[in-house]
């Protein structure tokens, strides 16, 4: 499984940005899929995930401003990022958990800054 991540960059606090990830070469509908992140001098931490039966999962941080949503096709999940934090400042990476193996996306610099 490729996956091909997409958006991101910079914005003021209280601003949005979009995150796209496209799985290929796999069957996107059996997988997880989700985002992580890795702010400076952190480890990285979980986001935002969805299972491959449409489940939920948000970290307590990001519940009421991060939004996932999955194309019918269940190969691209999108995360929409509304009231951003200068805190969500990080390099973003997009996971798919299939057939348990993970595979990653290249990350995608996201940065809150005035």
């Known amino acids: 499984v490729q996956l091909q991540a997409s958006g991101g960059g910079s914005v003021e606090p209280g601003g949005s940005l979009r995150l796209s990830c496209t799985a290929s070469?796999?069957?996107?509908?059996?997988?997880?899929m989700g985002w992580f992140r890795q702010g400076p001098g952190n480890q990285r931490e979980p986001v935002s995930r969805i299972t491959s039966t449409d489940k939920m999962q948000d970290a307590d941080s990001v519940k009421g401003r991060f939004f996932l949503s999955r194309d019918s096709g269940k190969n691209t999940i999108h995360l929409e990022m509304t009231l951003l934090k200068p805190e969500d400042t990080a390099v973003y990476y997009c996971q798919a958990f299939c057939d348990r193996t993970i595979f990653w996306g290249p990350g995608t610099q996201v940065t809150v800054s005035s």
């Open positions: 070469g796999g069957t996107g509908s059996m997988c997880s």
